[in-house]
T-cell receptor, first 112, second 114 residues
Framework: GDSVTQMEGPVTLSEEAFLTINCTYT??????LFWYVQYPGEGLQLLLK???ADDKGSNKGFEATYRKETTSFHLEKGSVQVSDSAVYFC???????????WGLGTSLAVNP | NAGVTQTPKFQVLKTGQSMTLQCAQD?????MYWYRQDPGMGLRLIYY???????DKGEVPNGYNVSRLNKREFSLRLESAAPSQTSVYFC?????????????FGPGTRLTVL
């Protein structure tokens, strides 16, 4: 069945460091791919998405490119800030069931 | 524009008690969802409603029931709470259930069952 695998956390970085959070997927057909972010004590909110191969989603300095050949959707940011400390979830949606399949989340802590 | 609202924010129940978690959205969305979030398990779908008048089971429906009261409201009921239902519950909505549509989440309900 469809699945999403994210790198395990926690990830701890210093401010202005480069961030990569890996996400790979298994899916039949042509999934849409998402990154959601959950700030402490809040619900999830969409960070970016891509709906077809080679699309790049971007928002708030974060980027991810839909790579069908490597079935990946890695999240990157060139210079993280303390305010980026949160849990990041990769997810896919595919097929007739139209439900989101979630990764387990990766916790990011950014120190000043 | 409140988005997705959930009540209550926190709840403590004893084993065997019942309760209903309320969810409402003001974005005129057709589809609504209930998830639970547990450490190390990520988000798991309990039930969803693709449109008003329809509901379907997700991954973990046992011990729960839902009602899509109208287009705005989607409630989750625990008939006889168990400690295994201790979790954070999130309601979400989307324009419709097509795969590329963003889901909007409420702030969550933190439930503890003793």
């Amino acid at each position: 069945g469809d699945s999403v695998t994210q790198m395990e956390g926690p990830v701890t970085l210093s401010e202005e460091a480069f961030l990569t959070i890996n996400c790979t997927y298994t899916a039949t057909g042509y999934p849409s791919l998402f990154w959601y972010v959950q700030y402490p004590g809040e619900g999830l909110q969409l960070l970016l998405k891509a709906t077809k191969a080679d699309d790049k989603g971007s928002n708030k300095g974060f980027e991810a490119t839909y790579r069908k050949e490597t079935t990946s959707f890695h999240l990157e940011k060139g210079s993280v800030q303390v305010s980026d400390s949160a849990v990041y979830f990769c997810a896919l949606s595919a097929g007739n069931n139209r439900k989101l399949i979630w990764g387990l989340g990766t916790s990011l802590a950014v120190n000043p | 524009n409140a988005g997705v609202t959930q009540t209550p924010k926190f709840q403590v129940l004893k084993t065997g008690q019942s309760m209903t978690l309320q969810c409402a959205q003001d974005m005129n969305h057709n589809s609504m969802y209930w998830y639970r979030q547990d450490p190390g398990m990520g988000l798991r779908l309990i039930y969803y409603s693709a449109s008003e008048g329809t509901t379907d089971k997700g991954e973990v429906p046992n011990g729960y029931n839902v009602s899509r009261l109208n287009k705005r409201e989607f409630s989750l009921r625990l008939e006889s709470a168990a400690p295994s239902q201790t979790s954070v519950y999130f309601c979400a909505s989307s324009v419709d259930s097509r795969s590329y549509n963003e889901q909007f989440f409420g702030p969550g309900t933190r439930l503890t069952v003793l």
